[in-house]
């Protein structure tokens, strides 16, 4: 029995119908650069969609563990997008708000774009230590190697077309 | 020739040194490159929303009759898959309801694709040639994904490129496993592991340079390079230069045109040993 039949549909809207053909091969799991670190792992997580069980769906590590490498969706038998299926699930926890420093990542980079129309890496990663601090360490050797290297910008970028950016980040997602 | 050129936010800071290599080569091939106007972000990896991300390509490829062209695997591959999606009837629609100009058609091309036209075209233009030069040819993914230009499960178009500059592709087994870099801020430990067992791979395959066609993966294997060493206590040194880097060398363009100094890992060294070699010929 389908427990969220309202999520599942939603699901489907955003990642493509074709996702009801799932046949649970597995081959998208086994063609992951990064499934041995995932619990549920991709081909769970298409299950749990399929069966409306929102919580597990939204509430977990493997959307944020996944790299976009499109391997998954390159070799899936039934021309099933999974990475759409996390990106569906992303922008689900993100209108959910959910706490993972993975969704908050995310989120700051679309702010900026739709504030800027361009990303400014300095203050990006900077908005995001502020909320996890725990990358302050990693950041700071980066930054040993940019710095010297003329490789940090402190200007903010931002373009004239800003409206228009906002408009299409507002009306197309929806 | 003239085509539009998509720089890429990181071209304004990580990636200065990719955007400096495509624009000199691209002086020196006489392919004339036209900036996109008011270009905006692609995205990246961090837009989930497809429609969005197409829209956020679409405003950028309207900018332009001419083809695009970029150095970034990232915006390629985004720019690619909005054109794909754009082909839709209803998605186009949609999308240039909120566009100020209109969305006709675009082509997009990477600048792998277009140096290594230019130079099957006219291989005079290699004054010096890499001979005996061991490169690992690193793919990452989004070069060739979505699927319909290479072969996004083994491609081979870098290998082509570095037998044209009469250097030597080694055998490298996990030169389209993905660097992870986009996950690099949230999920630190993982994107590591990935990177070090890609620059483990290269070294193991002899190989004294790895080049790249995506800010990130030159990130993860160039900028992390020494704290990936004292994370893992192993020695790599091997110095990482974007593909329009390493085609610079070969048309007699200077370090500093192809921001050799902005390299994480030094590569000259390597350069001197070219110019040696050159030298006793």
Known sequence: ?174 | MRLAYYPGCVSLSTGKEMDRSTRAVFSALRIELEELEDWNCCGATHVSNEMVATGLAARNMSQTELDIVTSCSICYSNLRAAAMKLEDVEARAKVNAVLEKEYKGAKIRHALDVILEALEENEDGIVLPLKGLKVAAYYGCLLSRPPGVYSPEYPVVLEKLIGILQADAVDFRLKTFCCGGPIFMPKEEAANEAAYRILRNAKKAGAEVIITVCPLCQFMLDTKQRSLEQRFGEQIGIPVLYVTQLVGIALGLGPDELGMEMNAISPMPMIERIYEKMAEE
């Open chain 1, 1 to 174: 029995m389908v427990k969220d039949e309202g999520f599942k549909i939603e699901v489907l809207r955003l990642a493509g119908d074709e996702v009801r053909t799932c046949i649970q091969c597995g081959t998208c799991s086994a063609s992951c650069p990064t499934a041995h670190l995932m619990n549920p792992s991709i081909r769970r997580l298409v299950k749990l969609c399929l069966e409306g069980r929102k919580e597990e769906a939204l509430h977990n590590e493997t959307l944020w563990l996944c790299t976009s490498c499109l391997l998954c969706t390159v070799r899936c038998p039934r021309g099933i997008r999974p990475k759409m299926v996390v990106s569906a699930l992303k922008e689900l926890a993100d209108r959910e708000k959910i706490d993972s420093p993975g969704r908050s990542y995310d989120h700051l980079f679309i702010k900026q774009i739709a504030d800027y129309g361009r990303i400014s890496e300095l203050p990006l990663i900077g908005e995001f230590l502020l909320l996890y601090p725990q990358g302050s360490i990693q950041s700071m050797k980066v930054g040993l190697e940019l710095l010297p290297r003329g490789k940090i910008t402190l200007e903010r970028e931002h373009i004239r077309g800003r409206d228009e950016v906002r408009r299409i980040m507002e009306e197309l997602g929806r």
